[in-house]
Each structure stands twice: as structure tokens, then as C-alpha cells.
């Protein structure tokens, strides 16, 4: 595999009540839901308020590029992709000079 996934259902929220942080080789994933509906009917107002935050923090392994991680929200699923940062690959070094005899 080249990247990590994360997959959180978070249904009710807007794009902008999402915060995404890489700090101290920690993704902290947080949000705050904020609803209100008020009505008025027959000389009565009602007033409805939703209110929560959610906040989790994930420990990233040391291979990750923190530099091209990724998010993408949509029909209250967030996607964060967590790219690899790519192997050094060994390769032969030619000792060049003049050969002993």
C-alpha cells in the first residue's frame, strides 16, 4: 500500500465545522455542530438548539509525508488519505581509482 486511510462518519456537519492539524507527528481531526430552528405559530415561538464537539487525535507512524496528506468531505463522510513517503532504494556505489595489483 502507498498511503493510510481514515474514514469518519460525521453526518449533520458543513465542510467549514471541520478542522484538520498535523502538529507533534499527531492528525487532530476536530468539530463543532451548531443547529438552531426557531419557529412561530399561533403567537408561540419555539426555539430548537443542537450543540456538540468531537475531537479525536491519531498517532502517525513514522513513514507518513505529512506534507501531501489529503481530506476530502462529502455527505457527512470525511476521507483523510495519508500518503507513505517513498523507500530509499539502495543503490550500488562504483569505487573508482586505480586498482591495486
Same mark, same amino acid.
Given at each position: *500500500?502507498?498511503?493510510?486511510? #481514515?474514514?469518519?462518519?460525521i453526518? +449533520?456537519?458543513?465542510? $467549514?465545522?471541520?478542522? #484538520?492539524? %498535523? @502538529? *507533534? &507527528? ?7 455542530? @451548531?443547529?438552531?430552528?426557531?419557529? !412561530?405559530? &399561533?403567537? %408561540?415561538?419555539?426555539? !430548537? @438548539? ?6 479525536? %487525535?491519531?498517532?502517525?507512524?513514522? &513513514? =507518513? &509525508? ?6 476530502n468531505?462529502?455527505? +457527512? =463522510?470525511?476521507? %483523510?488519505?495519508?500518503?507513505? $513517503?517513498?523507500?530509499?532504494?539502495? @543503490? ?10
Amino acid at each position: *500500500d502507498k498511503m493510510y486511510s #481514515i474514514s469518519l462518519d460525521i453526518p +449533520g456537519l458543513r465542510q $467549514e465545522d471541520i478542522d #484538520i492539524e %498535523v @502538529k *507533534d &507527528n499527531h492528525l487532530h481531526i476536530s468539530g463543532e455542530r @451548531k443547529y438552531e430552528k426557531k419557529t !412561530e405559530k &399561533n403567537n %408561540v415561538l419555539r426555539s !430548537e @438548539k443542537r450543540y456538540g464537539k468531537f475531537s479525536r %487525535v491519531f498517532s502517525l507512524p513514522q &513513514n =507518513v &509525508n505529512s506534507d501531501a496528506i489529503e481530506a476530502n468531505f462529502e455527505n +457527512g =463522510v470525511l476521507e %483523510v488519505t495519508l500518503p507513505k $513517503e517513498e523507500k530509499s532504494q539502495s @543503490k550500488k556505489i562504483q569505487i573508482s581509482g586505480t586498482p591495486c595489483t
